[in-house]
């Protein structure tokens, strides 16, 4: 009998699921010959995707600092050796998917596709089910009460 694996079992690593679904949505407007188009000035779709870019890079760049700070690998396929409760997860329980949501959909306005954009849907759920619901039964069974308490106290996502 081998022992339990110290791991939160996601189907893939998130950033993966994330980039697959946005090419995936961006590949299938094309072979459709679906319109380009958000109904955006092009300015206006520029401006908006670098703000969502940046602003996905500035979660996830705040919650690796967290990360680094308490010693723990953020790679939900890795062993965790701490609860993060604080900065970005004072409010979030899910910072880091947060961001890539933020980058997805700046990506999405970058290629101006309404295809890949609906694709985020599709994307969240599949990120909620097999890698967040995982992660969360892994957190529970491996810090009890205390992620207990925490997940009492801040919300999933926003």
């Known amino acids: 009998m081998t022992a339990p694996r110290d791991t ?4 893939a690593p998130p950033p993966l699921i994330y980039l697959g679904f946005l090419l995936l949505g ?8 679906a319109p380009d188009d958000l109904g955006l000035e092009p300015q206006v779709r ?39 409760t604080d900065g970005l997860y004072r409010f979030s329980r899910n910072p880091i ?5 933020l980058m997805y ?6 290629m101006d596709s309404l295809i890949a954009l609906a694709f985020v849907l599709p994307c ?28 009492a106290r801040v919300r999933r996502w926003l």
């Open 8 to 11: 939160a079992g996601v189907i």
């Open 46 to 84: 520029r401006v908006a995707a670098f703000v969502l870019i940046v602003g996905g890079l500035v979660i996830e760049g705040s919650a690796a600092n967290q990360f680094r700070r308490l010693g723990t690998r953020m790679e939900p396929w890795k062993p965790t050796t701490a609860l993060s």
């Open 26 to 33: 961006w590949g299938l407007s094309k072979a459709l010959g």
């Open 105 to 110: 959909l700046g990506f999405a306005a970058a």
């Open 97 to 101: 998917y947060v961001g890539f949501t």
């Open 124 to 151: 969240l759920l599949v990120v909620d089910r097999f890698v967040i619901q995982r992660e969360e039964r892994y957190l529970a069974a491996k810090f009890g009460a205390e992620y207990d308490a925490y997940r």
